[in-house]
Nanobody, 115 residues
Framework: QVQLVESGGGLVQAGGSLRLSCAAS????????MGWYRQAPGNHRDMVAQ???????NYADSVKGRFTISRDNARNTVDLQMNSLKLEDTAVYYC?????????WGQGTQVTVSS
């Protein structure tokens, strides 16, 4: 069973930066997509950024130019550098691994942006 452990997150003022990290264990194949999703109270869980094992990235329009996703295939880790944070970025952020038609999720980490 794949396990995802997240770190980072916390409280930051608007305009500041945070970095989220996620480490995957028990991954038996190198071919999978890793990414970050977020969910604010009362909202759906939405994709923020994804990166394939080949390095292709995909971002939500709301974070393009501010967030950067990066991945280390050797270590099975994925990071999300978040800059120029806005109040609307406040949410619980979840690490995701998608492989062979199945989603795996981390426990979530809270990101709160204050004014």
């Amino acid at each position: 069973q794949v396990q995802l452990v997240e770190s980072g997150g916390g409280l930051v003022q608007a305009g500041g930066s945070l970095r989220l990290s996620c480490a995957a264990s028990r991954v038996l194949s190198s071919i999978y997509v890793m990414g970050w999703y977020r969910q604010a109270p009362g909202n759906h869980r939405d994709m923020v950024a994804q990166v394939t094992s080949g390095g292709r990235t995909n971002y939500a329009d709301s974070v393009k130019g501010r967030f950067t996703i990066s991945r280390d295939n050797a270590r099975n880790t994925v990071d999300l550098q978040m800059n120029s944070l806005k109040l609307e970025d406040t949410a619980v952020y979840y690490c995701n691994l998608y492989r062979a038609g199945r989603d795996y999720w981390g426990q979530g980490t809270q990101v709160t942006v204050s004014s």
